[in-house]
């Protein structure tokens, strides 16, 4: 079985720990608890016929891409990148995030997860930033972690981008 890392980056109240709570264990809570520093789970996956083990690298959500440890980026072998669907500055800070992460550890297969589609009447996300989103070598997937909508798509698309058959 081979492993592969994967950094959940974003800033604060995105969802990344959802996300992942949701890929992991298929569960949802309401309550919020920031992550401090990193929180790390595992979930195996096959990917055409082989085994992958995904270590999940849930990092501390911050107000600035200064703020973001980069030691924990290291070793990163995919990335994604959640924003708040329902608040714009969240999109606008991925791009510089995306530069912190390329800067750190080089091209790797990325993924954004535009989160909470469930609550899709909120969002302030528009077309020009879709468009803007849709130039960049990410997939964007619509994603919730309440519902689990795009959850299973987003990590089985970059754990197979990874393995190199996506």
């Known amino acids: 079985m081979i492993q592969k890392k994967i950094c959940m980056v974003g800033v604060y109240a995105t969802g990344k720990t959802s996300l992942v709570r949701q890929f992991v264990h ?4 309401d309550k919020y608890l920031s992550t401090v520093g990193v929180k790390i789970d595992r979930k195996p996956v096959q990917v055409r016929d082989q085994d992958v083990n995904l270590l999940l690298w849930d990092l501390e959500g911050r107000d600035g891409v200064q703020d973001v440890q980069t030691s924990y980026l290291r070793g990163a072998a995919g990335a994604i990148y959640v924003a708040d ?3 714009h500055e969240t999109v606008v800070q991925v791009y510089e995030l ?3 992460v390329q800067r750190t550890v080089g091209e790797i297969p990325e993924v954004l997860a535009l989160n909470k589609v469930d609550l899709a009447d909120q969002w ?5 930033d879709r ?3 849709a130039r960049h070598p990410w ?3 619509d994603t919730s972690a309440k519902t689990g909508d795009g959850v299973e798509a987003a990590f089985h698309w970059l754990a197979a ?3 190199g058959a996506p």
């Open 26 to 29: 298929a569960k949802f809570s």
């Open 139 to 141: 997939h964007v997937f």
């Open 98 to 100: 995306r530069d912190l």
């Open 161 to 163: 981008a990874m393995v």
């Open 85 to 87: 669907g329902t608040r």
């Open 124 to 128: 302030t996300v528009t077309k020009g």
């Open 131 to 133: 468009a803007d989103l």
